[in-house]
């Protein structure tokens, strides 16, 4: 792949994340968009159920399985190492709009809150998609998706690692972006069945997730990143044994 072909695809790659991106607050939070959580055609409730539990997994499946340091080994004897992080972006992005295209909605209502309540909750789910974002900008944001490592292969150049450190919010969490995310999911005025089941799946795959993010994180940085565990809480900001010194670089937050 010529270097200004690797450039024009991380843009195109990280132009339609971008829309993925602003297409799922939409999709979750009900709001603006054509296809949300819980609009479009219906189908009984088993039936509903497999189609968003096939759509779930399949995302699954792709942001684990290519998150993986061996499968990224493998993968980038096939595709250069410039295009490797661009390439993960673009499908996960694919099978996240595949997800909003084709999700079966359950409408009925689990709860239903209004005026003070709905507004509240309301600021809190878009505080969780700022906490996803500004995480994103905390460590590196063209590097998470991609455009860094076109750019220096257009260059002729390797990424420079970025040291092991805690910006803002990862001195509180370890894992701020998944927060936000969790966050975001379940803040909802209006939470139908088809919403609590997406809600329910994503934080059970996030929490799996990262019991295999961390140990990768651990493979690769030994004692510095269990020292970084020890004081600082996954997910939930509580003080435990001070504040910690260390954070896992950019690149291992998937």
Wanted: overall charge positive.
């Amino acid at each position: 792949m010529g270097k200004l072909v690797q450039m024009a695809y991380a843009l195109v790659a990280y132009v339609i994340f971008l829309g993925a991106f602003l297409y799922a607050i939409g999709f979750v939070g009900d709001l603006v968009v054509p296809k949300t959580i819980d609009s479009g055609s219906t189908s009984p409730l088993l039936a509903a159920l497999a189609i968003d539990a096939a759509l779930l997994g399949l995302f699954a499946i792709q942001h684990s399985v290519m998150a993986r340091p061996a499968f990224k080994r493998w993968w980038t004897k096939i595709v250069p190492v410039g295009a490797e992080r661009s390439t993960y972006v673009l499908l996960s992005s694919l099978i996240l709009l595949l997800l909003f295209w084709q999700w079966r909605p359950l409408p009925a209502a689990v709860w239903s809150l209004s005026g003070l309540a709905a507004q509240v909750v309301a600021a809190v789910f878009v505080t969780g998609w700022l906490v996803v974002l500004a995480s994103t900008f905390m460590l590196s944001h063209f590097e998470l998706f991609g455009l860094t490592q076109a750019y220096a292969a257009f260059r002729s150049k390797a990424v420079e690692a970025i040291p092991f450190h805690t910006p803002m919010l990862y001195g509180l969490v370890r894992h701020p972006i998944m927060l936000g995310f969790i966050i975001a999911f379940w803040a909802a005025p209006l939470m139908s069945l088809g919403h609590l089941v997406f809600a329910i799946a994503t934080t059970l795959y996030i929490l799996i997730a990262l019991q295999l993010e961390e140990a990768d994180l651990i493979a690769a940085f030994g004692a510095d990143y269990r020292d970084y565990r020890r004081r600082t809480p996954m997910l939930i900001p509580f003080p435990r044994l001070g504040r910690a010194k260390s954070a896992p670089p950019l690149g291992q937050e998937r």
